[in-house]
């Protein structure tokens, strides 16, 4: 489940195609692609909990209840600059989480934790397959049953950090199936509690994690800054409890984010920290939740980095390398965003001919999971075929828009 990445940064095709990007907090995927998102249209009260009280006495417990309930409420508004600091600078001063074991109440066991802990990882996987779309009711059930658990359960301490671990994941998971579907306020709403969640837990990688994805939403959406602000908060906070794999995409995102500033320093210095962390990173300390995290992904991370701050023909070496290398079955949305950026580089390379190609297949890969940002993407590099001036290129266009369409209506079949 790892981002569903913009075509939005600093190469040479991607720069003039920077005005089309869908702005955040938007439903739609993009007026140019002519779809319409099937999201639901929160009513008009206000939002019963706000992101003061949430790291106040009962501000969780309040906050899980209003992102579950059946009722949809308003969302918080889009955060970004100061309101994206001000949640950082808390989950980074706030007093760890006291243990609690609530005595009255249904017992809730072991088994019963283990069995939510292994269901978390069945959506995540789920997640990789279908998209975003189909996942987000699936993980904002699984979290009702959670929230109900904690506050009707009875349950030990250990059991108290580990339920609260679950929500957190499940909350991410929410927020991330949302961004993947084009409902990016809910997207931050469910992160911001997550991240609270995970305090509780006791879990700060949980939170680091957090952070990274909406550090990918912040990219994708043009706020690099925020993007830095996030990952550097998520090294920095969990430093002491990230494995080398975290580590190494805490810096794959971050040469991403400094490239979209021009920061080439930065850039070379984060991909070198992430290549040199990903040769060290042993699975078996790693967390469930960083399985989809391997060698091409970092150099996808690389990749993307490396194009955004000019170095064309390093960007498509490790482009090149991260879509052979990645398994089609298991990560179809992902093989997109990694063949978008791939055909990118190309367009850039002057070898638009493979763009072409890599854009047929992207079309093909993307008729297959329910996901908006890999629509987008598909469209973007359809965009800078066309800005190439490609004789194939509206052949291209007419192509994707069809089948994405089709595939829309009619429902994707993995």
């Known amino acids: 489940m790892r981002e ?14 920077a005005s089309r990007r869908p702005r955040r907090g938007t439903a ?40 579950t309930s059946r009722v949809q409420r308003s969302v918080l508004p889009s955060l970004t600059g100061t309101a994206l600091a001000a949640i ?6 706030a007093a760890p989480a006291r243990s609690v074991a609530v005595l009255g109440g249904r017992q809730v066991r072991d088994a019963l934790v283990a069995g939510f802990e292994q269901r978390v990882d069945s959506l995540r996987r789920m997640d990789d397959v279908l998209g975003g779309e189909d996942v987000h009711g699936l993980a904002v059930s699984e979290l009702r049953v959670i929230v109900r658990l904690l506050r009707t359960g009875a349950y030990s301490q250990d059991h108290h950090a580990r339920l609260h671990a679950v929500a957190a994941e499940l909350a991410r ?10 409902r990016h306020q ?14 509780e837990a006791g879990q700060p990688a949980i939170g680091a994690n957090i952070l990274r994805c909406m550090a990918e939403q912040a990219v994708r959406f043009g706020d690099p800054a925020d993007a830095v602000t996030l990952l550097q908060a998520a090294r920095a906070g969990a430093a002491d409890a990230l494995t080398a794999t975290e580590k ?13 500033l021009g920061d080439t320093h930065s850039v070379h210095a984060e991909v070198t920290e992430a290549l040199a962390q990903i040769e060290r990173a042993d699975p078996a300390m790693d967390p469930e939740y960083v399985y989809w995290c ?4 970092i150099e996808y991370y690389a990749g993307k980095a490396l194009l955004c701050a000019g170095d064309i023909a390093a960007a498509v070496g490790y482009l090149s390398r991260s879509v052979d290398q990645l398994d089609a079955a298991a990560y179809p949305r992902e093989l997109v965003h990694h063949s978008v950026w791939l055909g990118v580089a190309k367009v850039d390379a002057g070898d638009v001919e493979q763009a072409v190609s890599l854009g047929y297949q992207a079309v093909k890969l993307a008729t297959r999971v329910s996901s908006e940002n890999a629509r987008v993407d598909v469209l973007t590099l359809c965009g800078a075929i066309e800005m190439a001036g490609h004789p194939d290129a509206a052949a291209l266009a007419d192509h994707a828009r069809a089948a994405l369409r089709a595939g829309t209506a009619a429902g994707v079949k993995p």
């Open 28 to 67: 739609a995927t993009a007026v140019a692609t002519g779809f319409v998102h099937n999201g639901i249209t929160p009513a008009t009260d206000t939002v019963q909990w706000t992101l003061q009280r949430l790291w106040a006495p009962g501000g969780l417990a309040a906050a899980l209840e209003e992102v």
């Open 186 to 199: 809910v997207a931050q709403q469910y992160w911001v509690v997550a991240l609270r969640a995970a305090h």
């Open 88 to 93: 950082v600078h808390q989950w980074l001063v």
């Open 294 to 297: 391997s060698r091409s992904v």
């Open 248 to 260: 190494a995409i805490i810096a794959g995102s971050l040469a991403v984010a400094h490239a979209q």
């Open 173 to 182: 998971l929410a927020g991330w199936a949302a961004f993947d579907s084009g």
């Open 4 to 17: 569903p990445s913009s075509v939005l940064g600093r190469s040479r095709a991607s720069r003039e195609l």
